[in-house]
């Protein structure tokens, strides 16, 4: 089983490698970034599961870095700061953070409450054969698509095509790849069949679109 990659977000280094160093012995693969921008620049190179995030960082604090975040993936956040006032948690869970942690902690807490986040958004995304990331809902047994509870028209292979990508998230497909997952080894098609379709389900996802990446020189992936 693969493990779990979290991104650990904090412009001291020497809190990145206990935290990471807790992780590690927990099971997880962790990631840095010293501040928000590099944050953006590993998630779009690379699968992250969970994000940890400091808030009193210099140049842009955490509560910003989350609501760019959030613009782009639905990848659980939890904070981890020194802040605990009432105030500072509220503000930071309606900017879209799944948990907030305050410092001083233990290792035990902080796996702990990781894990738990993890499991609310397995559950959640898995829930009676549906897919569900943010305001997007794929029924894999319904074979429908919903964008904030209004539905989406597909075609055949639109669906299918959507559903593979979500179904592997963060994985980087080619488009020759898909041609063969989604349209059969028999396919005599393209690769631009691949791009005609990514480009109408982008229309018809509309925000949701942002979930559909394009790994540019590759092909694309899914973010969720």
């Not at 991104?7 to 693969?29: C, K």
């Not at 028209?153 to 997952?181: C, N, Q």
């Amino acid at each position: 089983m693969d493990k779990r990659t979290v991104l650990i977000v904090d412009d001291e280094e020497e809190m990145r490698l206990l935290v990471g160093m807790y992780l590690e012995n927990a099971g997880f693969r962790c990631l840095e970034a010293g501040d928000g921008e590099e944050a953006l620049a590993v998630m779009a190179s690379q699968k992250v599961d969970a994000i940890l995030l400091d808030v009193m960082m210099p140049n842009q604090d955490g509560f910003s870095v989350c609501a760019r975040i959030r613009q782009q993936s639905d990848v659980p956040i939890l904070f981890l700061t020194a802040l605990g006032e009432e105030w500072d948690k509220v503000k930071g869970l309606k900017l879209g953070g799944d948990d907030y942690i305050v410092k001083p902690f233990s290792p035990g807490e902080l796996v702990a409450r990781l894990e738990a986040v993890l499991r609310r958004m397995q559950r959640g995304s898995e829930h009676d054969g549906r897919l569900q990331f943010g305001e997007l809902v794929i029924d894999e047994k319904g074979r429908t698509v919903a964008v904030g509870g209004d539905p989406v028209r597909l075609t055949l292979k639109e669906f299918e095509l959507l559903l593979f990508l979500a179904k592997h998230r963060g994985h980087v497909f080619s488009r020759d790849d898909l041609l063969i997952k989604v349209w059969g080894y028999d396919y005599t098609g393209n690769a631009r069949t691949v791009d005609t379709h990514v480009k109408t389900l982008r229309m018809k996802l509309k925000d949701a679109a942002r979930h559909i990446q394009t790994v540019w020189g590759i092909g694309y992936k899914f973010e969720g």
